[in-house]
């Protein structure tokens, strides 16, 4: 969710973003050869894939979309 820019125009293809993701956002579109964004849900706003991208296809905005992580209930004793 915090990807707020993808360019499959100026994706090369190099495949670095499908690589380095720790929760596969990416994976390679078969027709093109060039990266997609597969589940933007699970984006941790890393910026690794913007700080990779040797063709600054991807921007990330972790300010614009970080989000709190809910604790876990526990259960009443």
């Not at 100026?10 to 078969?30: F, K, R, S």
């Amino acid at each position: 969710m915090g990807i707020t820019f993808f360019s499959e125009e100026l994706c090369n293809g190099c495949g670095l973003c499908i690589e380095e993701c720790p929760v596969d956002v990416y994976v390679e579109d078969l027709e093109t050869g060039k990266a997609k964004i597969a589940y933007l849900e699970d984006c941790w706003d890393c910026l690794l894939c913007e700080l990779i991208c040797p063709t600054e296809a991807i921007k990330v905005s972790p300010a614009a979309t970080r989000r709190l992580r809910e604790p876990y209930a526990t259960a009443a004793i």
